[in-house]
């Protein structure tokens, strides 16, 4: 008969996985310790060489938009499904290396052998969680709660083995005259398979029960700390004192978007998210401080109060879009940032003449050296603390945050703690890791709609409308033109921008005609510059190419 205790060991192993997640997940939202998985996926983003990480990346994004998923919205949720898939895979592992060990000696493995399995698998991860996760628990507590866990996961294995490898029942009595050997271990087998049988489903509905109650437990939990982080945060700045928004500026244009075009305005709830981390950090507003030292004749240690209270605030419409988005990106949002020009903070610290790159520090471990001469060259380059009048989400980098116009998202830190003239460059998180050392966004355009279902009459034709967005940084649009199958390409009409630092909103209003058609789009920046039609990946310094879409009419 064949041998089928690496299988049972793999299910075994996945079963038992299982429930430990769910019970460390709870651990983490009940008592503050770190989650495993995520922490696990953390530290191996961040020893892993630049291009593995950046193929991971492009292979995450790839099969959301095989499927279909707006990479905006999935990108995160997809990166913490397989961080804890892979924890997942490696108790599997676990559970076949320990099966296949112990059928190899031919007997039932003893206690130690289990404890040994669960201190093989969770030593490690309790190695990379302390130094990786967030927790402000007594390390002591973290080792001692997180071993107990991978210990009970090792123990659990023995008596598995015990019943699905080496389980035999015992053999029934047999008259003397007739010894109808066959047929006994006939019956045998079938009331071992039986009795597999029951203990696998016996251990099923226990671990799934385990594993629902402590991951339903959890996301209880998890959306309380939510609401009471986003309390803490709203509660951060005197809302009396904080920035109210004017109708749109460009609420008087006559162009009207196409049926299906992207909202021209994104809420703080949809922007797009992006950060090293698994999990958003959150930072201590209560003990948060902004020290800018260095090549500076007058150091300064600001609070969040005095950065607004000292220095006159400045409000920006701003479209901020992200590195790896490719061509027909949904990682691109648009809001209204306020914050405070980077110069005039600047002038109070009083920089040396050696002083040329100010490195910026985040909380979350990440990164990046911005140049003097930039900022010097640009007031609009803002130390950010609210959006759209509110503070900034602690999950989009409460309490400060930089903006750097015509930079991707790679270029521009989040949960900012640390500030530091030097005189010698020091590459980004990013630029170590092989991205463009500038970032400078590069002019895009963007078909959102063929709106089929909203054909309009006039002057005696139906017309399509078609929309979208063009983008060129703080370059500004001055032409969009579509083609459709390959056709002479045709004016769109552009919409005024929310400020020269937005996306434009396009709209063609396209003749009817009844077939399948491709419709491409290309555009061209505020001084005549076309945008680049050759295609090229996202890495290392943003894609480029034309968009098309293909509709049926």
Not at 2 to 15: P, Q
Not at 220 to 225: P, R, S
Not at 517 to 534: K, L, M, S
Request: aromatic share 8%; net charge negative; charged share 20%.
């Amino acid at each position: 008969m064949k041998d089928l205790s690496l299988g049972y060991g793999a299910l075994a192993g996945g079963l038992l996985t299982a429930p430990l997640i769910g019970l460390l997940y709870l651990a983490d939202k009940l008592a503050g310790l770190p989650f495993v998985p995520f922490a696990l996926f953390d530290w191996i983003a961040r020893v892993l060489p630049g291009p593995v990480v950046t193929f991971g990346i492009d292979l995450m994004i790839d099969g959301l938009r095989m499927m279909g998923l707006s990479v905006a919205a999935a990108a995160k949720t997809g990166e913490q499904a397989a961080a804890i898939l892979l924890v997942f895979f490696i108790g599997l592992g676990g559970g076949v290396l320990f099966f296949g060990i112990a059928r190899a000696r031919s007997a039932q493995p003893g206690l130690n052998w289990g404890l040994a399995a669960g201190a093989l698998f969770g030593l490690p991860m309790v190695a990379v969680s302390l130094p990786m996760g967030q927790s402000t628990v007594n390390p002591i507590i973290i080792v001692v709660v997180l071993m107990v866990l991978f210990l009970a996961w090792g123990r659990s294995l023995v008596p598995a083995f015990g019943r699905l490898v080496l389980s035999k029942p015992d053999k029934p009595d047999l008259p003397a005259a007739e010894p109808e050997v066959p047929v006994v271990r006939e019956e045998v087998r079938s009331v071992a398979v039986i009795d597999r049988r029951k203990f696998l489903i016996q251990l099923g509905a226990t671990t799934a029960t385990i594993t629902v109650l402590s991951g339903g437990l959890g996301a209880i939990l998890a959306q309380n700390e939510r609401r009471q982080l986003d309390r803490v945060v709203a509660t951060s700045m005197d809302q009396a004192e904080m920035p109210v928004r004017d109708p749109f500026p460009n609420a008087g244009d006559p162009l009207v978007p196409a049926p299906g075009t992207r909202s021209e305005y994104t809420e703080v709830a949809d922007h797009y998210q992006v950060f090293l981390r698994t999990e958003p950090t959150f930072i201590d507003i209560a003990t948060w401080s902004l020290p800018i030292t260095g090549l500076v004749d007058n150091p300064l240690v600001l609070t969040l109060d005095e950065i607004r209270q000292n220095y006159e605030s400045r409000d920006q419409y701003v479209t901020l879009s992200c590195i790896s988005g490719r061509i027909g990106t949904t990682l691109i949002s648009t809001t209204w940032w306020t914050g405070v020009s980077l110069q005039k903070i600047l002038a109070d610290v009083q920089p040396q003449s050696a002083a040329q790159y100010l490195i910026i520090t985040s909380g979350d471990g990440f990164y990046e050296t911005v140049d003097l001469d930039l900022i010097a060259s640009d007031e609009r380059i803002m130390l950010a603390y609210a959006w759209d009048g509110e503070p900034i989400p602690f999950d989009h980098g409460f309490p400060l945050r930089i903006w750097l116009p015509d930079r991707y998202g790679m270029k521009q830190p989040k949960w900012i703690t640390g500030m530091e003239l030097t005189e010698e460059y020091q590459p980004g998180y990013w630029v170590e890791r092989s991205w463009d050392e500038v970032a400078q966004v590069k002019a895009t355009s963007v078909i959102d709609t063929v709106a089929v279902n909203n054909i309009i009459e006039k002057n005696n034709q139906r017309l399509v409308p078609v929309g979208g967005i063009a983008f060129a940084g703080a370059r500004g649009i001055s032409r969009v033109e579509i083609r459709v199958d390959g056709g002479p390409w045709e004016q769109a009409q552009l919409r005024a921008p929310l400020s020269e630092t937005t996306w434009v909103i396009w709209r063609y209003d396209w003749p009817f005609r009844e077939g399948a058609h491709t419709f491409e789009v290309r555009c061209a920046e505020a001084d005549g510059t076309p945008q680049i039609e050759e295609k090229q990946g996202n890495r290392p310094s943003g894609a480029s190419g034309i968009h098309s879409r293909k509709a049926k009419i």
